[in-house]
C-alpha cells in the first residue's frame, strides 16, 4: 500500500504560504513589519528563508517606512539585488498611489486627514529635505501636484517666484506648500515662517491663496495654519 503524499508545503515554502494565508485571511494588519518585508524580499528571492534579512534590513533603516521610502541608490550601497530592491520600491508606490487616490475627486480641504495621511507616507522618512506644492482651482480641487525642489527652504524670494510663476502657468487660484525635516520634528523654523510669509504677500498680489504651510516629520506634522501662522 502506498503512502499518501501530502502536497502541503513544507519549510521556507510552507511559512510563506502560511503568510500568504495569514494575509487573505486579516488583511495587511495579520503580519508583523518584518513579515511584510520578508514576504516582499521572497517575491526576489524565492528559493532562500528571508526572514533574518528582512528584520535586519528594518532594524538598520529604523522601520518599515525609512526602508520602503529608502532611494534605490540607498538600498544597492547596502548590497541589495536589482530585483530586491525593485520589490521594496513597487510596494513603496503602491502604498502611495492608494493614499493618493483618497484624495482624488473631491476638494482637498475636506479630504484633509487623507491628505496628511499621504504626505507622511511620500515624505515623513526622506533623509533629504524636499519641497512640494499642491495647486488647487476655485474649488479646492487639486490641479498638480509637484515636487518642486530638494533641500532646505533657503533663498526665499528665489523659491516664491517659483511657485508663484508655476501657479498661473497652472491657472491655479490656491496652493499648499509642504516640506519635511528629516530631523523629525515638524516644528516651523524662523525660516520656514519667513518664506511663508513672503509666499502669502506675493500670492495675495495674484489672487492666488496660500491655504496652508504643511511641515511633515517622522513624529507627526504641522500646519501653520493651525498654528495661527498664516
Do not use: C
Amino acid at each position: 500500500m502506498h503512502g499518501r503524499v501530502s502536497d502541503s508545503p513544507t519549510g521556507a515554502s510552507g511559512h510563506r504560504a502560511r503568510l500568504r494565508h495569514r494575509i487573505f485571511e486579516g488583511g495587511g494588519k495579520a503580519l508583523l513589519d518584518h513579515e511584510l518585508v520578508e514576504y516582499l524580499l521572497a517575491l526576489a528571492i524565492p528559493r532562500r528563508d528571508t526572514k533574518d534579512q528582512a528584520k535586519e534590513l528594518i532594524a538598520k533603516f529604523g522601520g518599515i517606512g525609512a526602508l520602503l521610502s529608502a532611494s534605490a541608490e540607498t538600498l544597492r550601497r547596502e548590497g541589495l539585488t536589482e530585483s530586491v530592491i525593485g520589490a521594496l520600491k513597487i510596494a513603496e508606490a503602491t502604498a502611495l498611489r492608494l493614499l493618493e487616490t483618497r484624495t482624488e475627486g473631491v476638494p482637498v480641504l475636506s479630504s484633509w486627514n487623507a491628505l496628511t495621511d499621504y504626505l507622511h507616507a511620500a515624505m515623513a522618512h526622506s533623509r533629504t529635505e524636499q519641497v512640494r506644492v499642491l495647486f488647487l482651482n476655485a474649488k479646492n480641487m487639486l490641479i498638480a501636484n509637484e515636487a518642486m525642489w530638494n533641500g532646505s527652504v533657503d533663498e526665499a524670494s528665489v523659491h516664491v517666484r517659483e511657485i508663484i510663476a508655476r501657479a498661473i502657468t497652472l491657472g491655479a487660484t490656491a496652493l499648499i506648500i509642504v516640506h519635511n525635516h528629516p530631523s523629525g520634528d515638524p516644528t516651523p523654523s524662523n525660516q520656514d515662517i519667513r518664506i511663508t510669509q513672503d509666499l502669502v504677500e506675493a500670492a495675495r498680489h495674484m489672487k492666488i491663496a496660500v491655504h496652508d504651510h504643511v511641515i511633515v516629520g517622522a513624529s507627526g506634522h504641522s500646519s501653520m495654519r493651525a498654528m495661527g501662522l498664516i
